[in-house]
């Protein structure tokens, strides 16, 4: 099922100066506040703001790879701006972080399996956070003149009944992919989002799953494939 709108994530590596435990506690304490401030402003004036915020932070990140994403859900597009975001640092995630850019995706649930919301009863409800889970991140590289449609459609058609077989037989609960809006100009083609009660689903998972084709189209020495066991929630 395609999701309405679109997705735009934020892929988020930290400074050479910055450790992975800075980057995090203020990317929770000093950042995501703020973007929720702004995104309730935003709503109670009747301008158009997100609809859904979540952060996933990889596990075992290397400093020259990804630390997390952040996700954010929009009726439409946002203009892409001419400077990254943090160039110029705004708060202390900003300082911590290297300066990132949207990438605008659409996305499709494919399983749609719950994901529990516990807001915070002691502190502001939001951000919060969630865990108990096994998340596997695909983010997708494609080979040098790739026929993006040719790809899209394979996804779509041949690979994710494929992932979804797999998928339940593994006991997966939730998977979404995401396609890039602009895939010619983004370092990624898209993502795909596995979601395993454990570890050992996803273990069990390599073992059924088959090549389908897929694999024609990808780039995989450039691909990234990081676990994540906890997600930080902005606006459920």
């Given at each position: 099922m395609e999701t309405l709108g679109v997705k735009i994530i934020y892929l988020i590596r930290r400074r050479p100066?910055?450790?992975?435990?800075?980057?995090?506690?203020?990317?929770?304490?000093?950042?995501?506040?703020?973007?929720?401030?702004?995104?309730?402003?935003?709503?109670?004036?009747?301008r158009r703001h997100a609809k859904r915020y979540v952060v996933t932070l990889f596990d075992d990140a290397p400093s020259q790879t990804w630390d997390g994403m952040a996700q954010l859900w929009w009726d439409e597009p946002l203009p892409?701006?001419?400077?990254?975001?943090?160039?110029?640092?705004?708060?202390?995630?900003?300082?911590?972080?290297?300066?990132?850019?949207?990438?605008?995706?659409?996305?499709?649930?494919?399983?749609?399996g719950a994901l529990p919301v516990a807001p915070l009863t002691l502190n502001e409800p939001f951000p919060c956070t969630r865990s108990g889970f096994y998340k596997k991140s695909f983010l997708v590289k494609a080979k040098p003149d790739t026929d993006y449609g040719a790809m899209f459609a394979h996804w779509i058609d041949v690979h994710v009944p494929n992932a979804r077989a797999c998928m339940e037989q593994a006991g997966g609960f939730r998977y979404c992919v995401s396609h890039s809006v602009n895939p010619e100009i983004e370092p990624y083609a898209g993502l795909?989002?596995?979601?395993?009660?454990?570890?050992?689903?996803?273990?069990?998972?390599?073992q059924i799953n088959r090549p389908d084709g897929m694999e024609k189209f990808l780039d995989l020495e450039g691909m990234y494939t990081p676990g994540s066991g906890t997600e930080m929630i902005g606006i459920p």
């Open positions: 100066n910055a450790t992975r435990e800075e980057l995090i506690a203020h990317w929770y304490a000093n950042h995501m506040p703020g973007v929720i401030a702004n995104q309730q402003r935003a709503a109670a004036g009747g892409v701006p001419k400077v990254p975001h943090g160039t110029t640092p705004t708060d202390s995630f900003q300082e911590k972080a290297e300066p990132y850019l949207p990438w605008i995706t659409e996305e499709y649930v494919i399983v749609d795909a989002e596995l979601y395993f009660p454990d570890r050992s689903g996803w273990e069990k998972y390599k």
